[in-house]
Structure formats: structure tokens, C-alpha cells
């Protein structure tokens, strides 16, 4: 009799949490259907590729930037990755819109939040996008591991169909039915909690949204300028474009070159930068600094070095300061040692 009902209230949860499954089930599926089915996504030459969205989550990441820096700067590598992730999240959201190894699947739910919530938490450009998808999925993902699938489930199917079978503790851990723990209240309350911590942590961390002064790192682009250096003939330094949207570039649109009383002493401007040479920028990923149609455009998370030819300007002039111009009227400033 006791089993009975146990039983009855495992159905009962896996029921409730149908909506959930579904939805949170669709949200990683869709992932592999926008990318393979309603568009080409995972070929690198294609608009939208994903390898260049994800090189927009390099700046700000969270404890994985070392794996995503290597992954970008590694292409072929980094394709093979999107082709496994996408593969991965399908799998994992039809499994779980299905309710098969419901349990196994909500445990991949939880990482691909996980991975999401480090890796682009500070983006949104009006709202905490991505920081709401990443927590909010881990939750759901823990939710559906202590609730398993209910009646309309390949998992309950299982169940009906061979319960001596699906009563084993293996596939109670892995599928659905009553979850094998002897205390959870306190399993529920650690796990609760610990996610609850890493909500206030990650909100506080990518946004200043527990305590202090907030911060969207998503809506003004910032392009740190570094390793300026010249010889007789060129300019070189490296641009790094490190905060704004990530749906659209920094439109460059003016490069000055200062003396040390703040003169104009070599100027490019927006029509100049549209047309140059791609053999004087060389990327460090697969998102690129590239010639635009009015302007030079730096994509978030693009790196890069630009070599600008300043003979005529070392003949007459000292050169002491590099100024970048953005379409905004945002000015970034480097001092050239």
C-alpha cells in the first residue's frame, strides 16, 4: 500500500511538471531545428554561423574562457564542437519533450543551462537575456531530475509495459518512477539552495543585480586598444572589442593618429577604413574585424591586429597618441610608446 501511493505521487509530480518538460524540452531541440532545419547555421562561410556567436561570449565568460579562447582560435576544432553540441542539445530536448530517460536528460538540461549561464550570462541588450535562460534552465533541469516524467511518457510507457524491469534502481535514477533517496527533504534543500546561491552570484557577478551600482555590459560597444608599436614604415596594434550588443558590430568610422600636443597628424576616415586591405588586419578568431560598407566593423569578441602605413607622417612628426572613433561618437585612446 505504501508503494502504491509513493507511486501515485511520483506520477502525480511528473504530471505537474508536463508544461515544464515540454517547453524546456523545445528550448534545446529548437537550438538543432534553427540551425540545421530552418537554416544552415554550422558552416562556417554561412551568415549566422554559430561559431562566431559563440566567439561572442569570450570577453565576459565565467570560469570557461581558457576552453572558449581555445576553440575559437581553433576553427576546425571549433566547428566539430558546434556539430556535437547541436547534436547533443537535440538529443537532450527530444528526450525530454518525449520523456525518455527523463532523469539521465534533465542532467544534460542542467549542463547545457550550466554552460549557457557561464559562457554568455552577461549578455541582453535590454533585459538579463541569457542570465534568465541559464538559471532558469538549471532549475528546470533539477526540478524534472526529482520529478521524472509522468503519465504521458515513453518513460511511464516503459514502466506499464515492464515493471519489473523499469523498477530497477538503474532505471529509477536514469528514466522515471520513484527516485531511490532516503532523505528528500535535505536533498532538496541543499540542491535548492546551491542553485539559489548561484543565482545571486551570477546576477551580482555579470550584472550588479544583488547589491551596488548595475551594469549591462551589452549596450555600449568598448574596444580596448593594446601592443601599439611603429618602425620606420607602419603602425601596428591590436583592438579588442570587449562589451555592447552581440547582434551588430562596432562601426568603425575614424582612426586619428595624435602628436603630443593633441594634433591631427594622420587621419583615416570612414570611407578609408571601408576599403582596407584585409592584408593589414590579421584576425585572432573566428569572429573578424573586416571592411564594411561605411565603415571598419569589430564584432564583440573579434581580436585583431591592424597595420596602418604612417611613412609620411615619421618624416615630419613624433607620434604619440592613437585615437579609434565609433559611429556612436565613442572614443577609444591609446598612447603609442
Known sequence: MKHTIKSQSSDLAGLYTLSLRMVIGWTYFSAFWRRLILENKLTPDENGYIGEKFNHFLPNALGIKPIIEYLVTHPDTLQQSMIIFTIIEAIVGLCIILG??????????????????????????TCLDEWQIGVLGIAGGFVLFLTGS???????????????????????????????????????????????????????????GVYGTLHNKSVKPKVEISNISHN???????????????????????????????????????????????????????????????SLIIPLGAKADIIIDIRDVLLKNKVHTLKLIDISGIEWIGEIQ
Open 100 to 125: 525518455l530517460f527523463t532523469r539521465f536528460m534533465s542532467i544534460g538540461i542542467f549542463g547545457l543551462a550550466l554552460g549557457i549561464l557561464l559562457g554568455s550570462g552577461w549578455l541582453g541588450t
Open 232 to 294: 620606420n614604415s607602419d603602425l601596428k596594434f591590436e583592438v579588442y572589442r570587449t562589451e555592447g550588443a552581440d547582434v551588430y558590430g562596432s562601426f568603425l568610422i575614424g582612426i586619428h593618429i595624435l602628436d603630443k600636443d593633441g594634433n591631427i597628424v594622420k587621419e583615416l576616415n570612414h570611407q578609408e577604413l571601408s576599403t582596407l586591405s584585409k592584408e593589414n588586419i590579421h584576425n585572432h578568431y573566428v569572429a573578424k574585424v573586416k571592411p564594411g560598407k561605411h
Open 150 to 208: 509522468g503519465p504521458y511518457s515513453l518513460d511511464y510507457y516503459f514502466m506499464k509495459k515492464n515493471k519489473a524491469f523499469t523498477q530497477k534502481k538503474w532505471f529509477q535514477w536514469l528514466g522515471s518512477g520513484d527516485l531511490p533517496i532516503s532523505k528528500p527533504k535535505i536533498i532538496v534543500l541543499t540542491g535548492s539552495l546551491a542553485i539559489f546561491g548561484l543565482t545571486l552570484y551570477t546576477n551580482q557577478y555579470f550584472h550588479g
